[in-house]
């Protein structure tokens, strides 16, 4: 089993900055990505950025290339995501992500960011 553990949401004006952190643990060995996805009130969960367990392949939504930045830690089993320039849009609970090699997903309790106009 994995878990995973969010922390860093929060309430910040439009034009403002939030940085997540997410750290993993338990059966990690097996891990092929670790990502963040949200989920806006009445809307689907969708994803908002990846990174291999590499750290080689990064993949972002479109609607935030150029704001967010996802990273990983020095300790692999962690990952950040920067947001920059936060607009009221990307008010959702956001979650931690993790996909084994199996393609089994794993979840975090998701972290509430409200970005006020």
């Known amino acids: 089993q994995v878990q995973l553990v969010e922390s860093g949401g929060g309430l910040v004006q439009a034009g403002g900055s939030l940085r997540l952190s997410c750290a993993a643990s338990?059966?990690?060995?097996?891990?092929?990505?670790m990502g963040w996805f949200r989920q806006a009130p009445g809307k689907e969960r969708e994803l908002v950025a990846t990174i291999s367990w590499s750290g080689s392949i990064i993949e972002y939504a479109d609607s935030v290339k150029g704001r967010f930045t996802i990273s990983r830690g020095n300790a692999k089993n962690t990952v950040y995501l920067q947001m920059n320039s936060l607009k009221p849009e990307d008010t959702a609970v956001y979650y931690c992500?993790?996909?084994?090699?199996?393609?089994?997903?794993?979840w975090g309790q998701g972290t509430q960011v409200t970005v006020s106009s």
């Open positions: 992500n993790l996909r084994t090699i199996a393609q089994d997903n794993y």
């Open positions: 338990g059966r990690t060995f097996s891990s092929y990505r």
